[in-house]
């Protein structure tokens, strides 16, 4: 584990900085945010400074510790995101933060980790919800409209990569052949390891998935994560995206799923709580629309995407309940795991009857800051 210790940790950074920027004057200078918040790494972040050609030069860094162990997605190696930003650096113009290194090595700081450069702008943050306040209410319609465009224009450039030209470390044979198939594989290894009893409803919604599986798709390098939230977007009105952010459920499958997980999430934070979407976001239709122009394609079969986006984010949820209950914070008999919000779009999507939410989600949301 990390040393607790801030001190000792800026230092053993600054020596690791002083080899792998070779900079012999480099010092660390700040160290901000430690905190371990995110799904799946520890992130925080230091200033340094250095010369170069003679002059003083300053940087933030961004530092992500590998987690000891993640709550939420198997597998969750510090390497990996690493792996897929360096070959979408070398394969795209998507642009993706400046990287510093990579240490595998966890004698160095007590857990592997990679560095790399604090980039500019700002995210349409989830919380508070970006359809209620926030930078992105405050624009006009047309540059909100602009703002969510140009997040799907990265999408839709990420999506058209050549898996062959540099991601074929994404192909894992275990999974099966590189597409749905080898998706679908990786979301049950996934599901399995999150989930304690089994639920018969997500039974039903895998065996669906894997009943009406559309093997003829196209295989496309996928973004994995792709939302308003894991975009940059520039500190001014322009509405420029300065990096993506946040690969590590980086894959290779349909484009859909990427299109899909995007209309999930819009749905979710607008529809899924009760709030009006912001004027001039563009529509499902219209977001398809657009999409579709710069894939290149016709998109199909989206009805089964967005059921594979509703059973990826089911797993979450399903997750989320579970930890509680290890933690003891909730009691084991609680029904939060199959009575939530998530588990009631599951069921929509089925076309099965909508179980209600009741007590027990009421606790686990009040426990986890949602009441």
């Known amino acids: 584990m990390l040393p607790t210790d801030n001190n000792t940790v800026k ?15 480099l010092k660390v200078t700040a160290m901000k945010d430690r905190s371990g918040a995110g799904f799946s790494a520890e992130t925080f972040y ?12 300053q940087r933030s860094l961004v530092v ?10 198997v597998a969750a190696s510090i390497d990996f995101p690493y792996k897929v930003m360096e070959a979408v650096a070398a394969n795209s113009s998507v642009p993706v933060p400046n990287l510093i290194g990579l240490e595998l090595d966890d004698s160095i700081l007590g857990l592997p ?12 943050q989830q919380s508070p919800n970006y359809n209620r306040a926030g930078w992105l209410s405050e624009m006009t319609p047309e540059q909100r409209r602009q703002v969510w465009f140009n997040g799907i224009d990265q999408m839709a450039a990420v999506n058209r990569l050549d898996w ?30 999150a989930r304690g009893e089994p639920i018969p409803l997500m039974e039903r919604a895998y065996a669906k998935l894997m009943s009406e599986r559309p093997d003829n798709a196209p295989v496309s390098v996928l973004w994995g994560d792709p939302s308003p939230s894991n975009i940059l977007f520039a500190n001014d009105d322009s509405c420029e995206v300065t990096v993506v952010l946040d690969w590590e459920l980086a894959n290779l499958g ?95 999507c089925m076309g099965e009857p909508i179980p209600e939410l009741g007590e027990d989600y009421a606790a686990f949301a009040k426990v986890i800051g949602l009441a």
């Open 11 to 25: 230092s053993i950074l600054q020596t690791w900085l002083v080899t792998k920027m070779a900079t012999p004057d």
């Open 113 to 124: 980790f990679l560095v790399m450069e604090k980039m500019d702008g700002r995210v349409v």
């Open 64 to 73: 992500r510790c590998q987690n000891q162990a993640s709550d939420f997605f």
């Open 254 to 348: 349909p484009a859909e799923v990427d299109l899909a997980w995007w209309l999930f999430f819009d749905d979710l934070f607008s529809h899924g709580m009760g709030l009006p979407r912001l004027e001039g976001l563009p529509n499902r239709e219209e977001t398809i629309a657009h999409y579709e122009s710069k894939l290149g394609r016709k998109v199909d079969k989206l009805d089964y995407y967005d059921l594979l986006a509703t059973f990826r984010m089911a797993i979450v949820g399903m997750r989320a309940v579970d930890r509680q209950i290890e933690r003891g914070t909730i009691p084991a008999t609680s029904t939060a795991r199959t009575n939530q919000p998530i588990m009631c779009l599951l069921a929509k």
């Open 164 to 193: 062959q030209q540099g991601f074929t470390f994404l192909a894992d044979p275990k999974y099966g052949k590189p597409g749905i198939e080898g998706y679908l594989g990786w979301v049950r290894e996934w599901y399995e390891w």
């Open 46 to 57: 230091i200033d340094v400074e250095f010369s170069q050609d003679g002059e003083l030069q």
